[in-house]
C-alpha cells in the first residue's frame, strides 16, 4: 500500500500563487514507478484532471485551463509530487487531490480511474 498525502491548501487571492505538496509513503521503494497526477474536485462538479507526471519525471501533462500556469514536479528522492499553481481564478478553487498509477501511461493520464492510490485531498480556495 501507498498512502498520499496532500498539503498546502489554503485561501488564496486571485492572481495569486500556491503551490501544493503531495508526500507518498508506506511501500515507496519504488516511488519512481508510479505515475503521478493531481485531479481537483469543486462543489458540484465532477473530479477533474489537473497534471500529471511520468515516473521519470520526464514527461508531464495539464488539462488546458491550467496550461502555462500550473507546474507539476517531482522529487523521487523524497517521494515527493508538487503542483506550483499561480495566476489563481475563482475557478480553480477546489479540493485537490494527488493519485498514483502503477499502469498509468501517456494514454490514460487524465483517467481518474487507472489510478491507484488516493490522498484525502487539500482544499483550494481563490477569493477576491
Known amino acids: 500500500q501507498v498512502q498520499m498525502v496532500e498539503s498546502g491548501g489554503g485561501l488564496v487571492q486571485v492572481g495569486g500563487s500556491l503551490t501544493l505538496s503531495c508526500a507518498a509513503s508506506?511501500?515507496?521503494?519504488?516511488?519512481?514507478?508510479?505515475?503521478i497526477g493531481w485531479f481537483r474536485q469543486a462543489p458540484g462538479k465532477e473530479r477533474e484532471f489537473v497534471a500529471a507526471i511520468s515516473r521519470t519525471g520526464g514527461r508531464t501533462n495539464y488539462a488546458a485551463n491550467v496550461a502555462g500556469r500550473f507546474t507539476i514536479s517531482r522529487d523521487s528522492a523524497k517521494n515527493v509530487v508538487f503542483l506550483q499553481m499561480n495566476s489563481l481564478k475563482f475557478e480553480d478553487t477546489a479540493v485537490y487531490y494527488c493519485?498514483?498509477?502503477?499502469?498509468?501511461?501517456?494514454?490514460?493520464?487524465?483517467?481518474?480511474?487507472?489510478?491507484?492510490?488516493w490522498g484525502q485531498g487539500t482544499q483550494v480556495t481563490v477569493s477576491s
Open positions: 508506506g511501500r515507496t521503494q519504488a516511488f519512481s514507478n508510479y505515475h
Open positions: 493519485a498514483a498509477g502503477q499502469t498509468v501511461n501517456t494514454g490514460t493520464t487524465t483517467i481518474a480511474g487507472h489510478y491507484d492510490y
